[in-house]
């Protein structure tokens, strides 16, 4: 199976990093490679063939990171090329299962679509002060966002957002993408993510365009 494969690529790299003495406290994951959305540029769009729906679950977590693993690891971040973490199963239990052996700090990164209100106050709540979510948001309702994050509904967001927010104390980011569509809302961005209580604003210059969909 995927996940038989991948635990042995997993423990061969473990076996190798503790023999050059690597460190380990940092592991950057795709715990899902399943999104609602089509954003033009992402690989599941432009190469749909080499895609395969899945995503870990609590049992490859447990099984490969075990309590001596977990004693040299210190953050966990989940974000996809392929996929959306919140949409991994068992997202919420493996955040858990992290924290009931150490205090990991984890990094999400979402177009926090979908999943529910409730969803997202129950993972706020297993989330602290030292996580962080980032919320990838590129527009300002759902006309602006979903010209590239298509399938990306706008209502569940800001309600999600909303939810998260009443109950965590998670440090969240509104991570956006300079496009031609939103450069002259960028501030307007900025109030919105203030009035949604983010700690934080970034811009990021995508490296995926200029040389196709010259219309973003």
């Known amino acids: 199976s995927f996940q038989k494969w991948l635990s042995g690529i997993i423990l061969a790299n473990i076996g190798q990093m503790l023999m050059y003495k690597f460190p380990l406290w940092h592991w950057h994951i795709e715990n899902s490679s399943i999104c609602n959305l089509r954003c033009p540029r992402c690989p599941r769009n432009e190469i749909p063939e080499s895609l395969i729906q899945t995503s870990l679950d609590l049992n490859f977590f447990q099984k490969n990171f075990t309590h001596d693993l977990l004693q040299n690891?210190?953050?966990?971040?989940?974000?996809?090329?392929?996929?959306?973490?919140?949409?991994?199963?068992?997202?919420?239990?493996?955040?858990?299962?992290?924290k009931s052996v150490k205090p990991v700090k984890f990094v999400i990164v979402t177009n926090g679509s979908y999943k529910g209100t409730e969803w997202f106050q129950q993972l706020g709540l297993v989330l602290d002060a030292n996580d962080h979510i980032h919320w990838s948001l590129d527009g300002w309702d759902q006309t602006s966002n979903?010209?590239?994050?298509?399938?990306?509904?706008?209502?569940?967001?800001?309600?999600?957002?909303?939810?998260?927010?009443?109950?965590?104390?998670?440090?969240?980011?509104?991570?956006?993408?300079?496009?031609?569509?939103?450069?002259?809302?960028?501030?307007?961005?900025?109030?919105?993510?203030?009035?949604?209580?983010?700690?934080?604003?970034?811009?990021?210059?995508?490296?995926?365009?200029?040389?196709?969909?010259?219309?973003?």
């Open 73 to 98: 690891v210190y953050q966990i971040s989940f974000c996809g090329d392929d996929g959306d973490p919140i949409y991994a199963h068992d997202l919420i239990d493996v955040i858990r299962y992290f």
């Open 146 to 216: 979903e010209q590239y994050r298509v399938n990306s509904d706008w209502s569940s967001i800001m309600a999600n957002i909303t939810a998260f927010r009443f109950v965590s104390k998670a440090y969240m980011t509104w991570d956006a993408i300079a496009f031609k569509f939103n450069e002259d809302k960028i501030d307007h961005m900025k109030d919105l993510a203030r009035k949604l209580r983010f700690d934080q604003f970034q811009l990021t210059l995508s490296t995926k365009f200029n040389r196709v969909y010259n219309i973003y």
